[in-house]
């Protein structure tokens, strides 16, 4: 209905409710609770008692309309409309003040949904630089790559990603340091002969899931699997012998006799 229209049928004893309604877009049941709760009452009635809504009827739906879409509550806007003494830009500043709290927040959320999808794709947010600084020099950043490619489409990738999204350099120093004294520990443990299933032995397993729980939950199953895979990878061999010979293996022993001293079959384990 164009305006013209509304203005002739308001001047003509005003518009029904679902006429009203049509013309500034709510539903007829609003504009009934708005009546019931006083918010905006039609001026007249008809012969038979219906509602008929004048062009200032109108008028206070527009801003009704108006202010809650600022987010103000029915209770307020009323209180905003039947007070015009009242100094509006009071609660509209508050509102205003809200409305910049909540784009702040979206903002933040905006940021760290990038910062997830910045670590998805690229595996750590991390220059090349500070990769090779922080891991150091035996370090490969493009191992990454192969890593995403690899388990990309994984549960446990799309943890380490979201942990990922939210580590600093600093954060990322300490797991570094971290792992850099465990492996110390397991190369001294495989040269004093340590044996797999001990009680120091069962200690270090620990300390291994522990820091692959920095990137994503790992369960005694899943460790097993990751220290078969190691085993089997000439890669992972040869990084972790070039730290103590025999050691890739020896890890592996000890994580299987750690999982089967937990109830795990290491023979039968699988990735859950």
């Known amino acids: 209905m164009t305006d013209t229209v509304m203005d002739d049928a308001a001047g ?6 679902g006429a009203a309604a049509s013309h500034v877009g709510v539903t007829v049941r609003t504009l009934h609770h708005w009546d019931a709760i006083g918010l905006v009452r039609p001026s007249g009635r008809t012969s038979g008692g219906y509602r008929l809504y004048s062009a200032a009827d109108v008028a206070r739906i527009h801003r009704v309309l108006i202010y809650r879409e600022l987010g103000l509550p029915l209770d307020d806007i009323g209180e905003l409309l039947d007070a015009p ?27 760290a949904v990038d910062r ?5 794709s690229a595996g ?3 220059s090349p630089e500070e990769q090779v600084a922080i891991f150091g020099q035996r370090w ?7 890593a995403r490619d690899r388990w990309g489409d994984t549960a446990q990738w799309a943890q380490y990603a979201e942990r990922a999204a939210g580590m600093s350099p600093e954060d990322w120093q300490r797991i570094a340091d971290n792992l850099a004294r465990l492996e110390n520990d397991l190369a001294a443990a495989k040269r004093a002969g340590v ?3 001990s009680a120091e032995a069962n ?14 939950d790992c369960t005694h199953a899943m460790q097993v699997c990751l220290g078969r895979t190691h085993a089997a990878d000439p890669g992972f061999t040869a990084y972790y012998d070039a730290i103590e010979p025999g050691l890739t293996l020896w890890l592996r022993d000890i994580i299987d006799a750690n999982a089967r001293a937990r109830g795990v079959d290491p023979d ?3 990735w859950t």
């Open 12 to 17: 003509a004893g005003g518009l029904t409710v």
């Open 85 to 111: 003494t009242v100094d509006m830009a009071v609660p509209l500043r508050q509102q205003r003040a809200q409305l910049v709290e909540r784009i702040s927040r979206l903002q933040a959320m905006v940021d």
């Open 116 to 120: 997830m999808i910045d670590a998805a």
């Open 124 to 126: 750590i947010l991390l």
């Open 140 to 146: 490969e950043p493009s191992s990454l790559a192969g």
């Open 195 to 197: 044996r797999p299933g």
């Open 203 to 216: 200690a270090l397993a620990e300390r291994h899931r522990a820091s692959i729980g920095a990137y994503f």
């Open 268 to 270: 039968s384990a699988t």
